[in-house]
């Protein structure tokens, strides 16, 4: 987020306190959704290998023991088990997801009204996209 | 970078386009010399998992051992089969094999890793000399463009 | 000056798009390097399960659990994969080319308006 | 950090709360600070108090990391015991069955036969004996000191950032307000 203030700028436009305290915020809310975003890929790739690995329970014969990650380990689970466990982890998966999704999309509201105001002022001298 | 490296006409470059080589050169000095130290850490734990392969088979069966679960966890356990280890192939793949067979998969591994470090060692001792040559020829263009200067 | 201004800006567009490409053939050569490492290790997979028997019990990890697998579909899949990684390569390898080529040109232009600049300046110089 | 620039005009007091790291002055009057420190002197001083800053948020960054990669391995453990406890807790007797890790790439099997304990590996050669829920308590707790941590390192993180951002629109303002005056005057620049 270096420079967000144009160098060279032809207006003369005051900066006050109050919108310095916006710039910051700005810059804080970019980080904080940057960060979400990370956790919900990542996230959402461990569900995926969390469906995947349901769809295949299902395959297995129901007699058939599979070995369970725990830990660094693997502990021997009968099948319904595993499928249990699995189907626990995909809802705690799905809640902390629909968690970060909220969180991020409260910075991106506020990121967006924080733009409008400090576009307003500024006009074209501020730059607050996101990718440089 | 060049394609013929060994045959790099350096007495022909100028003192920038010489700086250029010596600090590419350097930087991959540099990366080499962290891919060797990776390759031998790797090459160590392969090499020690074979050793760990070989002396499982000599526990008893039933022998009471503490047994990690994680890299904190212990808990009390009996060993069940001294004969027989699951080995982990890569890419989400593993097999059951004899003792002795996975004894053979690590050596097959460490052959291979191996034969990196063999590479990567040569092609560090290549890149050193090449960083040596620039350096010498280097200076020597900046002496002569200093006594050109003060004359 | 006009035309100069005019040449100038022209001469930075392209330049600007040059750099862009960089930053793809950046992307391209990660990908490269990625698939590559992949290859290997998916080389060395098929490898060991050629050298199993063919009882040989097979688990493959599918998120938290590992499921019994057979011997030869595991061999299928592992070759499946790797002819994907490989059809990949050679997508990327024909993307870097076409990039190449693109760079090239770019360059010339380049090279064709610094030209007409220097011209240019000489002209305005003269007048 | 070698130069000796001197910021005490740069930055308030001492902010205890973080650290020590000073609070960056915002300039609310760009011109006197210029008419009374000199737009070079001003625009160095700044620099060199954002090169600080960048320094103290790199060192925080780093300290950050660890602890992200402590929290998902603690949380690691508590699933383990909890794996445990409820085996223990439920009406099977059998033993569990486990392929554990005796190296790099290599399993085998071991029975673990029904118990409420655990060890844990405290680190500096200490291995302690536990109680399911005592050894969830204990890690639970330190799982909660990493998170409050992390969470304070937060807040100097976003301190730091806040000193940076108010740093550089400080600079770009000195900067800005320069050239407007070169402007206004050319004759006046040599």
Not at chain 3, 87 to 94: G, I, Q
Not at chain 4, 1 to 26: Q, T, Y
Not at chain 4, 142 to 154: D, F, G, P, R, S
């Amino acid at each position: 987020m270096s420079g967000m203030l144009k160098k060279e700028d032809e207006s003369e436009k005051n900066v006050t306190l109050e919108d310095q305290q916006k710039i910051n915020q700005f810059s804080r809310l970019l980080n904080e959704k940057l960060e979400l975003q990370a956790f919900l890929s990542v996230r959402k790739d461990l569900h995926q290998l969390y469906d995947d690995a349901s769809d295949e329970l299902m395959l297995a014969a129901d007699n058939e023991k599979v070995q369970f990650a725990v830990g660094d380990a693997f502990i021997f689970t009968a099948k319904d088990e595993a499928e249990e466990t699995v189907e626990q982890c995909k809802t705690e998966i799905v809640r902390t997801m629909e968690d970060s999704q909220k969180k991020y999309d409260n910075k991106v509201e506020s990121m967006t009204q924080l733009k409008t105001e400090l576009y307003a002022k500024f006009g074209n001298s501020i730059n607050l996209e996101e990718e440089a | 970078m060049e394609s013929q490296e060994g045959t790099l006409p350096l007495g022909s470059l100028n003192i920038e386009q010489l700086q250029n080589v010596q600090k590419s050169t350097e930087q991959e000095v540099q990366s080499l010399t962290e891919q060797l130290t990776q390759l031998t850490t790797a090459q160590q734990r392969i090499l020690s998992s074979k050793r760990l392969a070989k002396e499982f088979g000599k526990q008893p069966e039933g022998k009471e051992i503490l047994l990690p679960l994680s890299g904190s966890v212990y808990v009390q356990g009996k060993l069940c089969d001294t004969s027989t280890a699951m080995v982990d192939l890569g890419t989400g793949y593993y097999a059951l094999k004899t003792l002795e067979e996975a004894e053979e998969y690590f050596q097959r591994r460490a052959a291979v890793i191996k034969d990196n470090v063999d590479k990567g060692t040569q092609a560090l001792v290549q890149r050193r000399q090449m960083y040596e040559a620039v350096t010498s020829v280097l200076q020597q263009k900046m002496a002569a463009a200093q006594r050109q200067g003060a004359s | 000056m006009g035309s100069m201004a005019k040449t100038k800006s022209e001469l930075e567009k392209v330049i600007a798009e040059v750099r862009d490409m960089q930053k793809d053939v950046g992307k391209i050569t990660n990908q490269q390097i990625n698939l590559n490492s992949q290859l290997t290790e998916n080389r060395l997979v098929e490898q060991e399960l050629s050298l199993l028997k063919d009882d040989a019990e097979v688990f493959k990890l599918i998120g938290p659990v590992l499921i019994k697998q057979d011997l030869l579909e595991a061999k299928g899949n592992v070759s499946k994969r790797i002819n994907f990684i490989t059809s990949e390569m050679k997508r990327t390898d024909d993307q870097m080319a076409l990039l190449e080529q693109k760079q090239e040109t770019k360059r010339k232009q380049i090279m064709d308006l610094q030209m007409k600049l220097q011209e240019q300046a000489k002209q305005g110089a003269v007048q | 950090m070698g130069d000796e620039a001197d910021l005490s005009w740069v930055v308030h007091g001492h902010a205890d709360e973080h650290f020590g790291i000073p609070k960056v002055i915002f300039f609310d009057d760009v011109e006197k600070v210029v008419k009374e420190h000199e737009v070079q002197n001003t625009l160095q001083n700044l620099t060199a108090l954002f090169q600080r800053y960048k320094f103290w948020e790199t060192k925080f960054m780093k300290n950050k990391q660890g602890l992200q990669q402590k929290i998902p391995d603690v949380k690691r453990t508590i699933d383990v015991v909890k794996t445990l406890q409820k085996r223990s807790n439920s009406d099977i007797d059998e033993p569990i069955t486990t392929r554990f890790e005796l190296g790099d790439q290599i399993y085998v099997k071991a029975e673990i036969p029904k118990s409420d304990s655990v060890s844990l590996w405290l680190g500096a050669n200490v291995m302690i004996e536990y109680k399911h829920e005592e050894a969830i308590e204990l890690l639970q707790k330190n799982l909660e000191t990493a998170e409050t941590n992390l969470e304070h390192l937060e807040s100097h993180l976003n301190f730091i950032r806040d000193q940076v951002n108010v740093t550089e629109v400080n600079m770009t303002r000195v900067y800005n307000y320069d050239v407007l005056q070169r402007r206004k005057q050319p004759e006046a620049s040599e």
